[in-house]
């Protein structure tokens, strides 16, 4: 064996290594790296269903198809308070555990986390009208200043 390939091996072991970390998913966590708050892949689920159940799936693709519940969560570890993210994970943390269509419902239903569903109501229309494909299929895009329209009559 010649001493560049040694070394080019070498370096390809050394580089997979140093990526091996990354690649390493912990079973129970969020799909996302979040700093703020701490979520379990149940409670993740959860979100995804009632995101789903605030905007559903007809002719055009639902929130949960969308990732939206993965935008409410980046929303709330990067632009909330520490009390709203509080209020929202401890809500998700109570009706994880019985993640069904029934649990979706009673949720919305439930008085008690009005403030919670109104958080992640915002949050998932706000990412539902950013997404590429309200932007790309929904609205009509021009470029600004607009078209130039010479001949409007100017009432004096």
Known sequence: ?????AIKQLMIVAGGLALLPSCRGSVGEASIALENIQISAA???F?????????????????KSLN???FVLKMLDDCHSPEDQQLVISALKKNADAN??????????????????????RRTIQGYLNSEYVMKNKLKYE?????YLGEVKVQA
């Open 68 to 70: 939206l519940h993965l």
């Open 100 to 121: 069904s269509p029934t649990a979706i419902e009673a949720f919305l239903k439930e008085s008690a986390y009005v403030e919670a569903l109104a958080i992640i109501k």
């Open 143 to 147: 470029l600004i200043p607009g078209r």
């Open 47 to 63: 979100l995804g269903d009632l995101v789903d159940a605030i905007i559903p799936e007809t002719d055009s693709p639902g929130a």
């Open 1 to 5: 064996m010649n001493r560049r390939t």
């Open 43 to 45: 409670e993740e689920a």
